[in-house]
């Protein structure tokens, strides 16, 4: 089973920067798209950065511009800098494949939490 393992969320003012990683065993992130996802307080998971094979990237709308998605295949790892939060960016983060891909049993999450 494989294990996703996430980390390096904790809590800010808006405007900082939080730096999100993301461990997954053997080569599963090099061989797969991969993406970030964050649940807010009351609301579904969403997928809000992803990452391709071929490290092309993507983002929803909300983080466009604040925040940076990559991976490092020799550390089979992928990262998510955020910068510039807002509270809205409140929630747990989660790496995962992608919903048109390969999917794995949900980490445990990291919690990120901006106070304005």
């Known amino acids: 089973q494989v294990q996703l393992v996430e980390s390096g969320g904790g809590s800010v003012q808006a405007g900082g920067s939080l730096r999100l990683y993301c461990a997954a065993p053997?080569?599963?992130?090099?061989?797969?798209?991969v993406g970030w996802y964050r649940q807010a307080p009351g609301k579904q998971r969403e997928l809000v950065a992803a990452?391709?094979?071929?490290?092309?990237?993507a983002y929803v709308d909300s983080v466009k511009g604040r925040f940076t998605m990559s991976r490092d295949n020799a550390k089979s790892s992928v990262y998510l800098q955020m910068n510039n939060l807002k509270p809205e960016d409140t929630g747990v983060y989660y790496c995962?494949?992608?919903?048109?891909?390969?999917?794995?049993?949900w980490g445990q999450g990291t919690q990120v939490t901006v106070s304005s």
């Open positions: 053997g080569t599963i992130f090099s061989d797969n798209g």
């Open positions: 990452i391709d094979r071929g490290d092309s990237t």
């Open positions: 995962n494949g992608l919903p048109n891909g390969r999917l794995w049993t």
